[in-house]
């Protein structure tokens, strides 16, 4: 038996075909083959023939017997059956399979069938007499005997799939494959006369039935084939059509897209709501519907790449680690939503960026500083004019990923009108009991976010609602010490501003005391944001000398720094070197770290007023007036100056707003050296909030004040005993270089200083 793979090719039981030799294989039909048997075997897909299999085959096949080779090489093949195919595989160089007959449904009698055939027959001669080619397609039809083979010669004009025509081959009934048989005759001669414009008025419903069928798949066949020679013109409708098919998108947002893209096909390109329509349709099959599978967590690459990115922050470190274990033990995102709380240029954001790299997952940065409407977060309704998506939406957009890291920058700058609260709105985007149906107004329909792995920063707490605070877990990024600032200065930042230049390594050097000395003379920051401005500035110089010609390779050291950076460097106050009465060293909080101020006050002639200056804070003013009933209590035998002279309390610097409550300590020791006379030593400094019973209450931001404390050279610190816990946190070449005394009452200060 011959086995031959076949494709796209109608072969019907009980017709005689006629095949060229190259169909068979090479030296497997002779002149001995007559009478051999033939199984042809159906592909889904053409294929070589060695790749053939049970898989890529349709399960029936047709069996039929070499009648006839003639001398040109023209083989005559009588099909016989139906089989059922069983096995087929590729051995030594054919195709070999073993198939069993497959009994027909014998449903419609052979009178009924060739009555049938005769009236669509006659159809056809009628229906070939319209046309220019009806005299030679005449005499063809005239000598059919049967619908296989009339189908069978008509099949390769017939507009049908190959599915469709297999399908009529695999029908057991033969009333069935009568049926789809005639309906395949009718479609080709509607499609006939639509091709050659002869429509006529058609009467019966059957004939229309088979006409919009005809049409349907010729629009369809002939929009395909311009698709795929013009792909640049494929229309709006049909593009969304695919992307709405490949999306992955869930039934509600389907079903809203669909609709949306009905409206668009009744609307057309001339109407004035078809942008807006387009715009929705092109944003909803932007976004990435699909769960994307999770990756395996490795930790140890993970703190790689944290140590590698940045320097020092070893407890923030920790936390991130520890998430992301809960998060490999879970297979999914959980956890707390980490707020990072920091000065400027600490390295919140792009800790952020790490944390996507060490997850191999999209980054997307969304700045929330100064956004005041709810629909910035969750979009605007449709039905209004220019209506936009909500930013959390738009970032997934542009992260392509269903799964991405969204960091949401400044939280705590939100602001809020008549627009309503936009922190309200976040409410439920880091909600993770909420966040796997959050719908954007925009959308309409709902997103899961709780793949997304939040992260927040901010400068400050205090701004931020608490109902918002109580999501996250907040994770303080302390300032960097000068130490800190040299290793990130030499490992990250100097090099980075080399590259960005296009400065080669051999071209420039910085000495470790030429950036130190950038560090303490230059800076006056927490983080590094201005020490990468420094470099830069350094770079570009060196970048200029380089350009001109003037040194081929520079080296900057201590000497040369004012050259490349000037000589205005920043201004830190040190301690006095004359000790005053009345005068103290505080440790103050800013946005930009820590820094010392002196508390000045001084008795002039008068009559008991109290004179506050240095633009000081509502809360700052009570605690002077505090620190001035204790001072009286204290000292019941020299409270008469109080009322015998003016007192004037001044913080410089007079141009710098302050406020708060940790100068309490300072202001009463302040006071108490200028009634008694008695000088403070400048090289001690303390922070603290009293009550008015004289106790000392705890502060915020030690590890900053300490380190301006160190920085400005102090040797002593009086901090409140509650404090002490913070110490932790301070680092240990600043606690190397202090005295740190905690203390639990104002007396305990006075009696040591």
Known sequence: MITIPVYELLLLPEVTFFFKKDMFPEGRITEQSIGEDVLFVFQKKEMAPEEISMEKIFPVGVLGTVENIDEEGSIKVATRCRVQISSVEYIDGKVQAEATDLPEIQDVS????????????????????????????????????????????????????????????????????????????????????????????????????????????????????????????ISDVRRFEKKIQESGMNEEARREAEKVLNRMKQEGKDSHEYGMLYDYLDFVTSLSWKIEETTEIDLGEAEKVLDEDHYGLKKVKNRIIQQLAVMALNKKQSGSILLFVGAPGTGKTSIGQSIARALHRKYVRISLGGVRDEAEIRGHRRTYIGAMPGRIMEGMKRSGAANPVM?????????????????????????????????????????????????????????????????????????????????????????????????????????????????????????????????????????????????????????????????????????????????????????????????????????????LTGQLGDVMKESAQIAITLVKSMYPDLAEKFEQNDLHIHVPAGAVPKDGPSAGITLVTALSSLVTEKSIDPEIAMTGEVSLRGGMMPIGGLPEKLMAAQRAGVKKVYIPFENTDDLTDVAEEVKGKLEIIPVKTVKDVLERV
């Not at 990468?532 to 080296?555: H, N, P, W």
């Open 110 to 233: 052979k009178e009924e069938e060739k009555e049938r055939f005769d009236k669509i027959k006659k159809e056809l001669m009628d229906f070939a007499k319209g046309f220019q080619w009806g005299v030679w397609v005449r005499s063809m039809i005239y000598h059919w005997k049967s619908y296989p083979e009339a189908i069978s010669a008509l099949a390769g004009y017939m507009n049908l799939t190959w599915e469709e025509k297999y399908h009529i081959l695999e029908v057991d009934s033969r009333k069935e494959r009568l049926e789809l048989m005639e309906q395949a005759v009718y479609e080709l001669m509607e499609i006939f006369r639509v091709s050659e414009e002869a429509e006529t008025a058609q009467k019966s419903s059957n004939e229309k039935l088979y006409r919009e069928s005809a049409l349907k798949k010729q629009i369809e066949f002939l929009q395909q084939q311009l698709d795929e020679m013009h792909p640049e013109n």
């Open 407 to 611: 960091i949401l920058d400044e939280v705590d700058k939100l602001a809020k009108d008549y627009g309503g609260d936009p922190a309200s709105a976040l409410l439920e985007v880091l909600d993770p009991e909420q966040n796997d149906n959050f719908t954007d107004h925009y959308m309409n329909v709902p997103y899961d976010l709780s793949n997304v792995l939040f992260v927040c920063t901010a400068n400050s707490i205090d701004s931020i609602p608490e109902p918002l605070l109580n999501r996250m877990e907040v994770i303080q990024f302390p300032g960097y010490t000068a130490v800190e600032k040299f290793h990130i200065a030499r490992k990250h930042l100097l090099p980075k501003a080399m590259k960005s230049m296009g400065i080669k390594a051999q071209n420039l050097k910085v000495s470790d005391d030429a950036i130190k000395r950038i560090i303490e003379e230059y800076t006056a920051e927490a983080g590094v944001r201005g020490l990468k401005k420094q470099m830069d500035v350094l770079c570009r110089y060196a970048a200029v000398k380089l350009v001109k010609g003037e040194q081929k390779s520079i080296t900057v050291n201590v000497k040369r720094v004012p050259e490349f950076l000037g000589s205005n460097g920043i201004h830190h106050d040190k301690i006095l070197e004359n000790p005053v009465p009345g005068v103290v060293t505080g440790l103050a909080w800013t946005s930009a770290g820590g820094e010392i101020l002196f508390i000045e006050t001084s008795f002039t002639k008068g009559s008991g007023k109290v004179i």
